[in-house]
């Protein structure tokens, strides 16, 4: 069964920085695209970035650009995001997904409505002082 838990998110001060692990069981994730998304309250599902299985190159939308890192440990089986200079407008819930196909979760990261092969259940990063 395919799947993807998300950790590393909690409270971080204005400026802090996180990374957050997206673990990945039942498939490999250098055989897969992996995109992370993030949902604030009372707004819709943000695309912000993903990593393509085949060879490894990575998308960023505009806004997480200068700030976030996407990354990958085939040997852990698990995509990382390295997160910088947070401010409060970051704080959300942050997911990721997993699909075969680098095109859904571009689309995703996009803001088309997917059905990837998995979605997390989520981590909360509340960022604050």
């Known amino acids: 069964q395919v799947q993807v838990v998300e950790s590393g998110g909690g409270l971080v001060q204005p400026g802090g920085s996180l990374r957050l692990s997206c673990a990945a069981s039942?498939?490999?994730?250098?055989?897969?695209?992996i995109g992370w998304f993030r949902q604030a309250p009372g707004k819709a599902r943000e695309g912000l970035t993903y990593?393509?299985?085949?060879?490894?190159?990575?998308y960023y939308v505009d806004s997480v650009k200068d700030r976030f890192i996407i990354s990958r440990d085939d040997a852990k089986n698990t995509v990382y995001l390295q997160m910088n200079d947070l401010n409060p407008e970051d704080t959300a819930v942050y997911y990721c997904?997993?699909?075969?196909?680098?095109?859904?979760?571009?689309?995703?990261?996009?803001?088309?409505?997917?059905?990837?092969?998995?979605w997390g259940q989520g981590t909360l990063v509340n960022v604050s002082s």
């Open positions: 039942g498939f490999t994730v250098r055989f897969y695209a």
């Open positions: 997904a997993a699909d075969r196909s680098t095109i859904v979760i571009a689309d995703g990261i996009r803001g088309t409505p997917i059905s990837p092969d998995a």
């Open positions: 990593i393509s299985g085949s060879d490894g190159s990575t």
